[in-house]
Each structure stands twice: as C-alpha cells, then as structure tokens.
C-alpha cells in the first residue's frame, strides 16, 4: 500500500505547472486536483521532503554548503516570469523574502545578491533595499536598489496613487470642498471611487477643512441620505451611526457602494471585514446559529480559529472559550 501511495504522490506532483514546495504541498490548495497525502504523510513516507525530490528525479532544495556561492548557481533556484525576475523557489520568510543559509548565517537572498555579489554597501543606516519590480521574492541583481523609506513607499504604492495631487481651492462650505474632491477622484472596473489621497492606517481615506479632518465615506453617505453637510451634523451622525462599504473596499467613496449600519448588523459586517466593533451583547439563544454563521464566513476567509473566538467574543462580550465551545458543540447543543 506505501509503494502505491509513493507512486500516485511522485505522479501528483510531477504533473503540476511547478514541482511543488513542501511549503506549497497543502491539500485544500488543490481543490481540483488534490495530493494523494499530506506533507506529514510524505515524510513517514520517503523519510525527508529531500529524498521525495530524490525519487522524483527534481533536483533537493539542500545544495553541498561548500558550494561557491554565485549568481548562476542561486539563479538556478529561481524561475523567471515576463518581467524577467527571479523568483525564489526555496523556503521564504514570514513576509515573503527569499532566504538561503550562507556561510553559517541565515541570509535574506535579495540582500546578500546585492551587497555581497553586487559590491553595494549601504549609502547610510538610512537606506533599504527596495525591489523596483514590487515582488519580495525576486533576487534579480537589476531590480534591486538602495532606497529610502519614503522612496520605498512611493515605489510600492505607485499604481494606487499614481494620480497627482493637487491642492484644493478655497472653499465657502465643507459640501463645496467634497464636491472638489470627489470631482478629482478615479473609478475603477468595479465602480469604486477613490481620491489620490494616501489612505489613515486603518485604510479609509480622510482629507481636511478648517480645523478638522473628514472620512471620505461618511460624508459621501451623509450626502447620498440627505443629511445636511456640516460639522454639526458629521459629529451628530458618527456618535451614533457607522458606514459600511458594501464592496469591502475602505477606500471607496462611491455613495452607491454605501449604507448606514447600527447596532448588530454593523458589529457583525465589522467583524467579517477585520474592522474595529464593539461589545455590549449577552448570549440569547437566537445569537447561536449567527454565531455559527459568523464561524464559517471568517472560517471561508481563512482567518486562524482562535481570532475567530476573540473577534466573535468580542461582538457578544463573552470570553473566546465561550465561543469556542459553541462552534466545537460543547455547549448550547440544543440549538440548532
């Protein structure tokens, strides 16, 4: 029976695009042609992902650590694309960049290619290395450079703010200076507006009149609902009310993609879209199917079970383990 699972996993992975990574080798990630095993499996199996490769007739992600490092030989552990990078096929960090162990150190790819191949020191402490092709797990010596962290940023967020800004006139009202700013704005291919604003960490866009600073969103609703569009009636409004983007995008202001939410309904779209909510709820037995509702929408989305506890808990103001044991059955089980 193990020779005839060896047989059908060498066969899985050798009729893929990309021989696959033992990183890569996930079983959901496959849906319609999915692994014989999983990755555990695979090593009771041929005894190291190594050997597996091995048997394959591929080529092992380990190379002789006596090996001179070299440009040719870490390109050979890359395939190219149209834009002609480099892209790492071995083990990558948490964030994306390609690592190798050289020499006894644990080395980011793109930083040993480009100061110790490239004979680039650092300009000052300052300076980091930026990816002109925006792809981390590129190691192509020409789409590397030093850069600050202000260049840095410009240079990833290019295609999103490539729109100059330009500096709003005077305006007589706080409508007037929203009707400016949505007339400078651009509409993608799902009907987003968006302003050449760099967005606030928690990704809304905001812009400036008088003293105070406006969220885009809310006031393109207050407009769409025909509230009156004043400082007055913007603080009256957020005491109260939140505005939910019903495209998911927290940088539209398009007033058709908008709606007010209060109370339940706006905590909950807040949680599924990682939003900041709030608690103030107790368990009745009605909020145990929405709570199994809200398990399996965050679960779709591929959030980690236990954020999932806190962020529920968090809705209906109980502990994690309260909603852990609802999803896992151990208690409310009479409630369907």
Known sequence: MSEELKTAAISWAQRQPTFPKREDWVIKNYSDDPPPCGRDKLHTLFGSYNNFRREAG??????????????????????????????????????????????????????????ILGNNPPPSSKHTIDHICRNKSCIAPDHLRWATPSEQRLNQIRPIYSKKLIYPPKASCLEERLNWYLQQSSTDENGCVTLPIRPKDNEYIRFKYGSKHYYLHILSALQK????????????????????????????????????????????????????????????????????????????????KMNIYRHIGSIYAVSPITICSIINGKRWTDIK
């Open 58 to 115: 591929v080529d092992i992600l380990q190379h002789d650590s006596a090996e001179e490092i070299t440009l040719d030989s870490l390109k050979r552990d890359c395939t190219s694309n149209d834009e002609g990078c480099w892209l790492w096929q071995k083990s990558t960090s948490e964030q994306g960049y390609a690592n190798k162990k050289i020499k006894n150190k644990l080395w980011k790819v793109h930083r040993y290619v480009h100061i």
């Open 225 to 304: 609902y025909k509230y009156p569009i004043t400082r007055i009636s913007y603080e009256s409004f957020t005491k109260d009310n939140i505005v939910l983007h019903k495209c998911n995008n927290r940088r539209c202001g398009n007033s058709d993609h908008l709606t007010i939410g209060t109370g339940y309904h706006g905590l909950r779209q807040n949680s599924i879209d990682s939003r900041s909510y709030h608690s103030g709820y107790r368990l009745k037995d009605t909020d145990i199917p929405e709570i199994r509702e809200i398990y399996s929408d965050c679960l779709e989305m591929q959030w980690a």
